[in-house]
C-alpha cells in the first residue's frame, strides 16, 4: 500500500471515530440532562409533600407527645432550667394571652391557630385549638414550647410559621445520640443543632400579606455570625451571654461531658421574669441585655449651641436589635443635659405621664402599615413596613441632637433604654394598672467645658 492510500485510510478512520464519538455525546449529553431535569423535578415534589404535610397533616391524638413532667425525672438539670424560661410560659403568660385574644377577637379567630403554632405546638398538632380561650388544651399542651416537642422534630420543612414535621413516640432527637436510656430511644439528629430548627419558629411572615412578622433567623442567615458558624443554640444555650461551655450530665445516669446545652434559653424578658419571681432567669436577661450593646458619645460647641453624636454598636447580638415582637418592645436613647448645679437643660426619651416614654425620642424598633396606611403595633393588621429602626449584628447606629444652649461645664447623660412590652401595649392588651419598667443596656457620661 502507498503513502497516499494509507493516509486516505487513515483520514477516513480518524473521520469515523470522531463521527461516533460526537453521536455518542450528543446522546449522553440529554440522557444526563434529563436526569437531572428528573432529580429536580422529584426534590421539587418530595419539598411540596412536605410543605403539605407540614400545613395540612402532622396531626396526631391528645396524648401523644409526653408531659414534660415525666422527663424531668431523668433530665433533672435541663427540666429545672426550661420550667423557667420562655419556652415554658409562651402560652401560659398573661401578656401573651392578652394579646393573643385581642388579636382572636379582631380576626374573627383566623389568628388562633396560626399564632399558637408557636406558642402552644402540641395544642395544635393534637387538634385542641380552637377555641382561643384555650378551654380544650389538656396540661402538655399548655408548658408551651415543651421538652417533646422540640424533641420529636423530625424535619424543619421551611424556617418560617413552624413548617416542621413532628414525629411522637418512642425515639427522641438529640444532638449526639450516643447515649443510653431505659425509658426511650437516643437518635442523632442534625435537626436540633441546626439554627434553622430556631428558625421555624423565629422567623414569622404574615399569613396572607407576606409581610415579615418576626426577622430574627432572617437577620442571623444574612449576618456574620452565620458565616462565622456560630448558631443561635451557641448563645442561647450557653450558660453565659456569648459562646460558652456547659460541663455536666444531660441525664442523671448519663455520662459527663464537656458541654451540655442548657435550656435557660434567656433573651430580653427580664421584666417577665421578675413578674415570676424567677431570679436566676431575670438576672440572666439582664446579662444578655447588658451585653448586647455599646454606647459612645461625644459634644461639641457650636454657633447653634451643643452638637451632641450618639453611636450605638450591636457588639453582642447575632440578630438586629432589637428582634423578636419589636413591634411591642421598645429601645431607645435616653439624654440628660444638666449645668453645674444639676439644672436640666435638654432631656429626650425621659418617662413621661401615664408610664410612656417621650414620642420625641430615638426610638429602635418595628411598627407596620395597616391596610390604610397608618402605623400600627398589632400584628395581625400588617400590610408593610412603616417603620424599621434596628441595629444589624456589629454594625453602628449613628444619631444626631443639636441642643440650643450656651452654658459653660455642661453635663451630659446617655442611656440605651429597653422594655419588653412597651406600655401601649400594655394598655391596649387591658392591663392598664400595670407599669413596664425599663431596662438599662448602656450608659456614657462626660463633661463639657
Given amino acids: 500500500m502507498n503513502m497516499k492510500k494509507l493516509f486516505i485510510l487513515l483520514i477516513f478512520a480518524l473521520t469515523t471515530i470522531l463521527v461516533v464519538s460526537g453521536c455518542s455525546n450528543e446522546q449522553t449529553k440529554p440522557d444526563e440532562e434529563q436526569g437531572a431535569a428528573d432529580e429536580k423535578a422529584n426534590d421539587v415534589a418530595e419539598q411540596e409533600e412536605l410543605e403539605v404535610i407540614a400545613e395540612e397533616g402532622n396531626r396526631f391524638e391528645a396524648g401523644a407527645f409526653q408531659n414534660p413532667e415525666t422527663c424531668g425525672g431523668c433530665h433533672t438539670d435541663i427540666h429545672s432550667a426550661w420550667s423557667g424560661s420562655m419556652h415554658r410560659y409562651a402560652w401560659e403568660n398573661d401578656l401573651y394571652q392578652a394579646d393573643y385574644l385581642k388579636a382572636s377577637a379582631e ?37 408551651g414550647v415543651s421538652c417533646d416537642y422540640c424533641h420529636t422534630v423530625s424535619e424543619v420543612v421551611e424556617p418560617v410559621n413552624v413548617q416542621t414535621i413532628s414525629e411522637p413516640g418512642d425515639a427522641k432527637q438529640g444532638p449526639r445520640g450516643d447515649g443510653d436510656s431505659p425509658v426511650h430511644e437516643v437518635e442523632f439528629s442534625e435537626v436540633v443543632t441546626d439554627a434553622s430548627f430556631c428558625g421555624s419558629c423565629h422567623n414569622v411572615d404574615h399569613p396572607t400579606s407576606g409581610v415579615a412578622v418576626i426577622d430574627t433567623y432572617t437577620d442571623w442567615k444574612e449576618g456574620p455570625y452565620a458565616a462565622e458558624g456560630i448558631r ?45 419571681g424567677d431570679d436566676t432567669h431575670a438576672e440572666m436577661s439582664r446579662q444578655m441585655l447588658e451585653a448586647a450593646a455599646t454606647l459612645e458619645a461625644e459634644a461639641s460647641k457650636t ?3 451643643l452638637e451632641l453624636i450618639t453611636r450605638v454598636t450591636n457588639v453582642g447580638a447575632g440578630h438586629k436589635i432589637p428582634t423578636g415582637v419589636t413591634y411591642i418592645r421598645k429601645m431607645w436613647l435616653e439624654v440628660t443635659v444638666t449645668d453645674e448645679s444639676g439644672q436640666e437643660l435638654f432631656t429626650s426619651g425621659h418617662i413621661i405621664d401615664g408610664n410612656h416614654v ?40 449613628e444619631e444626631t441632637y443639636v441642643i440650643p444652649v450656651q452654658e459653660d461645664n455642661i453635663n451630659i447623660t446617655v442611656r440605651l433604654m429597653y422594655r419588653s412590652y412597651s406600655q401601649e401595649s400594655i394598655n391596649e392588651s387591658g392591663l392598664d394598672n400595670l407599669q413596664v419598667p425599663s431596662i438599662e443596656m448602656a450608659r456614657t457620661e462626660f463633661q463639657v467645658k
Avoid at 381 to 391: T, V
Wanted: net charge negative; aromatic share 8%.
Fill in 358 to 397: 417621650d414620642e420625641d425620642a430615638v426610638f429602635y424598633r418595628v411598627l407596620f402599615k395597616d391596610g390604610d396606611g397608618n402605623l400600627t403595633n398589632k400584628s395581625w393588621r400588617a400590610e408593610g413596613i412603616g417603620y424599621d429602626r434596628r441595629i444589624a449584628p456589629n454594625e453602628t447606629d
Fill in 232 to 276: 443561635c443554640q451557641d448563645c442561647h444555650m450557653s450558660p453565659t451571654p456569648g459562646v460558652a461551655k456547659n460541663p455536666g450530665k444531660s441525664a442523671v445516669m448519663g455520662e459527663e461531658r464537656d458541654h451540655i446545652a442548657t435550656h435557660y434559653f434567656p433573651g430580653g424578658s427580664a421584666f417577665f421574669h421578675e413578674r415570676q
Fill in 107 to 143: 380576626t374573627d379567630g383566623f389568628t388562633d391557630v396560626f399564632c399558637a403554632e408557636c406558642h402552644t405546638p402540641v395544642s395544635v398538632r393534637t387538634g385542641q385549638l380552637p377555641p382561643a380561650d384555650g378551654s380544650l388544651i389538656d396540661d402538655t399542651s399548655k408548658m
Fill in 303 to 305: 454657633g447653634d449651641g
